[in-house]
T-cell receptor, first 113, second 112 residues
Framework: GAGVSQSPRYKVAKRGQDVALRCDPI?????LFWYQQALGQGPEFLTY????????KSGLPSDRFFAERPEGSVSTLKIQRTQQEDSAVYLC???????????FGSGTRLTVV | GNSVTQMEGPVTLSEEAFLTINCTYT??????LFWYVQYPGEGLQLLLK?????DKGSNKGFEATYRKETTSFHLEKGSVQVSDSAVYFC???????????FGGGTRLMVKP
């Protein structure tokens, strides 16, 4: 597609509920990134894929967070047993390898109540 | 560890005023440096970049120069417009090219 598409745009979850956030990268972009942006803060790195391989997951805050990209295109970020501190905007970005240009999606705003 | 420090906002200016948003970084080696902008209700957009020392990135009247000696990448614009009101993020890309580290963002408000 023309840009990085994320869905849903907004998600309200009850504490303890599991959520799944979807990212559709730009066609042909092999690198895909997830970031977490808390209110009033800068984005923080969560994880990175090159094709279907998850090469870095050092930023995932706990084992409740899990990301996958099984066919090297669409990616899903799953959060189990959501907590209030998980409330944030989750941003996805994609790029070509060696490129300086990350294209970000509009994000999914997750609110845990 | 690696980090980016940028001036706290909000920065409030009148239209046509001069803008400076300071940014310094701590990183190993010589990373590529970026400014991203986030308009209300929208995603992050790349504003400008510089990939080596003394490079000047520029776009839409904004400029920033990669200063290796002071590990800085300050954003400037000579005459701001109301439409420049947004949050601006300074960032650097690690040498492996697989992780952007962002500053906390600076909100700019331009009044007519």
């Amino acid at each position: 597609g023309a840009g990085v598409s994320q869905s849903p745009r907004y998600k309200v979850a009850k504490r303890g509920q599991d959520v799944a956030l979807r990212c559709d990268p730009i066609s042909g972009h092999v690198s895909l990134f997830w970031y977490q942006q808390a209110l009033g803060q800068g984005p923080e790195f969560l994880t990175y894929f090159q094709n279907e391989a998850q090469l870095d997951k050092s930023g995932l805050p706990s084992d409740r967070f899990f990301a996958e990209r099984p066919e090297g295109s669409v990616s899903t970020l799953k959060i189990q047993r959501t907590q209030q501190e998980d409330s944030a905007v989750y941003l996805c970005a994609s790029s070509l390898p060696g490129s300086y240009g990350y294209t970000f999606g509009s994000g999914t705003r997750l609110t845990v109540v | 560890g690696n980090s980016v420090t940028q001036m706290e906002g909000p920065v409030t200016l009148s239209e046509e005023a001069f803008l400076t948003i300071n940014c310094t970084y701590t990183a190993t080696g010589y990373p590529s440096l970026f400014w991203y902008v986030q308009y209300p209700g929208e995603g992050l957009q790349l504003l400008l970049k510089a990939t080596k020392a003394d490079d000047k990135g520029s776009n839409k009247g904004f400029e920033a120069t990669y200063r290796k000696e002071t590990t800085s990448f300050h954003l400037e614009k000579g005459s701001v417009q109301v439409s420049d009101s947004a949050v601006y993020f300074c960032a650097f890309l690690n040498n492996a090219g697989n992780m952007l580290t962002f500053g906390g963002g600076t909100r700019l408000m331009v009044k007519p």
